[in-house]
């Protein structure tokens, strides 16, 4: 049975929900999914939804980096149909499209 947490659930979270057992653990080495917990804890606590970012967290970026194509068109699509203020400016949105292997 898949195991689904929701956007904002912390990597520290689903890490040790996904290590509870030693059989889950072993499980979940083998494939990966503990590494990127690790790596994504590395970088952010959490998992985050760029949909669901205010307008007022948008214009705080002037950069935005996707590592996949389907995030970069999913970011472009947003900001395309946010209703701009004055206080939005130019964003940079770069796509490196990256695999990600344990």
């Known amino acids: 049975e898949p195991r689904v947490f929701k956007f904002g659930t912390r990597y520290e979270e689903m890490y040790n929900s996904l290590a509870a057992t030693d059989d889950d653990e072993a499980f979940f080495i083998q494939n990966g999914v503990l590494g990127l917990c690790r790596r994504g804890a590395a970088v952010k606590g959490f998992p985050q939804r760029w949909q669901d970012t205010s307008n007022t967290a948008v214009t705080e970026h002037d950069v935005v980096i996707a590592f996949e194509e389907r ?5 472009v ?4 149909m946010r209703n701009p203020t004055e206080d939005f400016d130019a964003i940079h949105v770069i796509c490196l499209d990256t695999k990600d292997n344990p």
């Open 71 to 75: 995030i970069f068109d999913a970011v």
């Open 77 to 80: 699509e947003d900001l395309q």
